[in-house]
């Protein structure tokens, strides 16, 4: 999508620290991170919110799921452990309108 910063990111317009990508997924450093490891991990097509993907296209979301664990893995924080978060619309503390998962890890973190 021509306006998204996460779309700019993929296409390489705006600069990010990249961690993993693939056809259907890039993964990449949080610019203001909330602990020692935080990644975001995002599908390259463009759906603003989890409430805008399609149930015929939630593959990607196992796929996802795929790459976080191994990004875990990858990070050091596998069995210390790691938590995984989506925010939705605006109470959700959405912020940027292009689906993302966090993987936030590397210190204790707290319900
Ligand atoms: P959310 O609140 O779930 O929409 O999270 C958006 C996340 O994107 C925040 O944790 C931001 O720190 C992060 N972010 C915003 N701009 C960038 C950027 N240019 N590169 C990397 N992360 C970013």
Redesign the pocket.
Known sequence: MEDC??CK?IRGE????KVYEDELVYA???????APV?L?IIPKKHYPTLNDLPDEEMDIIAHIHKVVKKLAAEFGVAESGYRT???TNKE??????HL?Y?LIGGRQLRA
Do not use: A, M, T
Request: aromatic residues 12%; charged residues 15%; hydrophobic residues 45%.
């Open positions: 910063l996460f990111i705006i600069p990010s620290e990449f450093k949080d610019i203001n991170p909330k935080h975001l978060l989506v925010n959700g503390g959405q912020v940027i309108f993302h966090h």
